[in-house]
């Protein structure tokens, strides 16, 4: 860890902290410009007398000027105070907490799956280079690269879930069963089986992708020219160098996929009816809970910066040459 | 004008540029002639509910009775509509911005490069969701905060495209002649920098038809109008027994997508024959 490292690493982290101011600005205000009186809608009523109204405001200091509100905001993310939900009258960490586990479980498990198959199939489809296999992979590629993450769920839904029913249709446990111990984890394994599958064929072709153009980029570069003009073996030259080094804008997907997995595939969620946070920002979104919603995007912004400085210096690990930058 | 015969010439050489080209023009059709196409109306209710593909209706009906092979060709019109218009706006902000930010330098070019570093490392997505959410469910609306939200992508490659571009005899000949700044930068810069962003901008196409779909897909589409994305929401309570209404307006989606994907990458190979050498080696 020498000194130049620890300078980028200074700068990232500063600029990773202006991120997540900017983003809860630009959030805020984006929210509170928007139409619509958050007081009107939490009464609930059509036509709610304007004492409800009133009292409602003063409660949630909706009475004060845009900008006492933002610094009031502001400071309370300072001691840590997330913000409080309208909607559901709770803290907003108290909504947000059960959801955490859901959400990375599916999420996760899906990068983690997506990023290891995804580079492993790149690697393989360079090996098969100008063969028959490597147009598959490609096309294959394409087609999941367009498809609607909804939609593929909802597909693989209908044909493995509907039609062979070897998996759950949606939720996350079997209600009627109540299964206690490891009965329960294998029914949570069952549900998580269709939503995780889903998420992978989505994140698959990125991986693959990058990682197919890099090892492509790495054979042009002069390393491997010289290399092999010295008589080392193909086969060790392409595993001891050049995938090394095609990994690594690889890496630096997975770091900003694990930053995103924390919102959860919100649309995946909905289509399996699964517990998790996107689940919970789009409800957040209809009701126009605000502060939950603001709760949701800082904790995301501060998930993203983390993720992205992980992955800074695992990358500076990977490649030296990174740190003189 | 031979820079842009070899250009077109490169690109119909690319497998994927051709396809590409072959299905967009095939959609275009369907879309343009999409009433003289599509056998109904796509809002005409029968009794025929749910009834699976048959000759009278080739995808079958949905739970109002209405044909949904008329229904996707219809929803022809409002995905490429809005992925033309969303990447258009797209790519004529990233343009501007990208070529002033590069041209400038200096604080704005940081205050400027923060921005679009900030964006781009955000999930636009729900900032999208939460516009629209509150603002109302208008395609007009949908189509500019698509396009307002995905700019950063084409600034980032016009601004790079600037800084060389800057650096180049012609730009400095023209500095010493005593053109304008925003001369140089519209007459000269933009026009000979901006084929990267225009590449860029097939594969927003498709982006903005995918985000337009998901909308759609979780009600906060438009109304008025009849979208894939829709139809997919609409059929999704009737799956189980009606797979036609739920299989052909995701494969239309999926075609359409693909569809700007290999344009993309015919027109990067176009532009970077190099690599494309490496590739097709």
Do not use: C
Not at chain 1, 186 to 208: K, N, S
Not at chain 2, 64 to 86: E, I, K, W, Y
């Amino acid at each position: 860890m020498d000194v130049l490292f620890a300078k980028y690493l200074f700068r990232r982290i500063l600029s990773a902290v202006l991120l997540i101011v900017l983003v809860i600005t630009i959030n805020f205000f984006i929210i509170h410009l928007a139409p619509g009186d958050p007081a009107t809608i939490m009464t609930g009523l059509e036509n709610p007398s304007p004492q409800i109204i009133e009292a409602l405001k003063r409660k949630y200091n909706l009475d004060k000027p845009l900008l006492v509100q933002y610094f009031k905001y502001m400071t309370n993310l300072l001691k840590g105070d997330l913000g409080f939900s309208y909607v559901y009258d709770q803290p907003s960490w108290k909504l947000i907490g059960p959801r955490v586990f859901p959400t990375l479980s599916i999420t996760v498990t899906a990068s983690v799956l997506a990023f290891t198959l995804g580079t492993y199939l790149a690697v393989l489809a360079s090996r098969l280079r100008k063969k028959f296999g490597d147009l598959i992979f490609s096309l294959i590629s394409y087609v999941l690269y367009a498809m609607p993450s909804f939609w593929l769920g909802l597909i693989l839904i209908l044909v493995f879930a509907s039609k062979l029913r070897w998996f759950p249709t949606s939720g996350m446990f079997d209600m009627r069963a109540s299964y206690e111990g490891f009965r329960k984890v294998l029914d949570y394994l069952h549900h998580l089986f269709l939503p995780v599958f889903t998420l992978l064929l989505i994140q698959l072709p990125v991986f693959y992708r990058v990682t197919r153009a890099s090892i492509v980029q790495n054979l042009r570069e002069d390393y491997v020219t010289v290399l092999s003009a010295v008589g080392l073996p193909n086969d060790k030259l392409f595993k001891k160098y050049v995938m090394k080094n095609s990994i690594i804008p690889a890496v630096t997907i997975f770091g900003i996929t694990l930053g995103f997995s924390i919102t959860g595939a919100a649309l995946i969620e909905i289509v399996f009816a699964w517990p998790g946070m996107g689940r919970l920002l789009l409800d957040a979104v209809f009701r126009r809970d605000y502060q939950l919603l603001l709760s949701i995007y800082f904790l995301m912004a501060v998930f993203i910066s983390v993720a992205m400085i992980v992955t800074d210096i695992v990358i500076a690990v990977l490649d030296p040459r990174v740190r003189l930058l | 004008m031979r820079f842009r015969t070899d250009f077109a010439k490169r690109y119909l050489s690319s497998r994927y540029g051709l396809a590409g080209l072959i299905m967009f023009l095939t959609m275009l059709i369907m879309a343009l002639f999409a009433p003289v196409i599509a056998p109904y109306k796509p809002t005409d209710i029968s009794h025929d509910m749910l009834s699976p593909p048959s000759k009278v209706h080739p995808f079958g009906t949905d739970h109002l009775g209405r044909d949904v092979f008329s229904r996707v060709v219809h929803g022809a019109r409002v995905s490429l509509t809005v992925g033309f218009v969303a990447a258009g706006l797209s790519a004529l902000i990233g343009i501007v911005i990208g070529a002033l930010s590069g041209y400038i330098g200096g604080v704005f070019d940081e205050v400027i490069s923060k921005i679009i570093d900030s964006f781009l490392m955000f999930p636009v997505f729900f900032l999208i969701l939460i516009i629209v959410a509150v603002f109302g469910r208008n395609l007009v609306y949908i189509m500019l905060v698509i396009g307002l939200t995905t700019w950063p992508s084409n600034a980032r490659i016009m601004r790079a495209q600037t800084m060389s571009i800057k650096e180049k005899a012609f730009v400095k000949i023209a500095r010493a002649n005593g053109e304008s700044p925003t001369r140089i930068i519209f007459t000269h810069i933009i026009p000979n920098g901006m084929y990267p962003v225009v590449a860029n901008s097939a594969m927003q196409i498709g982006g903005a038809i995918l985000t337009e779909a998901a909308l759609s897909f979780l009600g906060l589409g438009d109304p008025s109008v009849v979208s894939w994305g829709k139809m997919i929401n609409d059929a999704r309570s009737y799956m189980s027994f009606a797979w036609w209404s739920i299989v052909f307006p995701g494969i239309f989606t999926v075609i359409t997508v693909v569809t700007f994907s290999f344009i993309g990458d015919g027109l990067q190979q176009a532009l970077y024959p190099k690599l494309s050498e490496v590739r097709n080696e």
